[in-house]
């Protein structure tokens, strides 16, 4: 790998509106450096590790080989020789990776919307308890909301 597939994924990212956050350092044996990426609006985060694992050491970041979304391996990259297989690689990463974050962010859209209602639906049984028991003066009612946490 170059400079230049770094700045081609790079650039690649910034077209499907990702932004690269951090560049953190690998773990020194498999990793050789790990980019943070996120959307501008923090709806979705992942972070793409670069393999650098080689016979005596780790390789830095600019000679890795490959890279990979830790939270979706099938999400990858081999960094081939700048030439005809290289366009079709970052195009084949660009795909799944778009692939990925769409499916992605339906989970992290729905998960919110269930998280809501479950609130929602908490909070009427909070309500109804509440009306129903202070009105016949029960000591317990405080403690069971507010100790427990339960109804």
């Avoid at 081609?8 to 350092?25: F, G, M, N, P, Y």
């Avoid at 202070?134 to 100790?147: A, E, G, I």
Wanted: glycine share 6%; net charge neutral; proline share 3%.
């Amino acid at each position: 790998m170059s400079n230049i597939h770094l700045n081609d994924i790079r650039q690649s990212l910034e077209k499907a509106h990702w932004k690269v956050t951090k560049e953190l350092d690998g773990d020194g044996y498999r990793i050789s450096g790990v980019w943070v990426v996120e959307r501008p609006d923090e709806t979705n985060r992942f972070h793409l590790d670069f393999e650098g694992l080689d016979d005596i050491q780790t390789l830095p970041v600019e000679k890795s080989f490959g890279c990979t979304i830790r939270e979706a391996p099938h999400v990858s990259c081999y960094f081939s020789r700048q030439g005809r297989s290289w366009p079709h690689e970052l195009a084949d990463f660009e795909r799944k990776l778009d692939e990925w974050g769409k499916a992605n962010l339906q989970i992290v859209r729905s998960m919110a919307l269930a998280m809501k209602l479950i609130l929602q639906q908490r909070q009427q049984r909070c309500q109804t308890y509440l009306s129903v028991n202070l009105s016949t003066n029960k000591p317990d009612t405080f403690f069971r909301l507010h100790v427990t946490g339960t109804l």
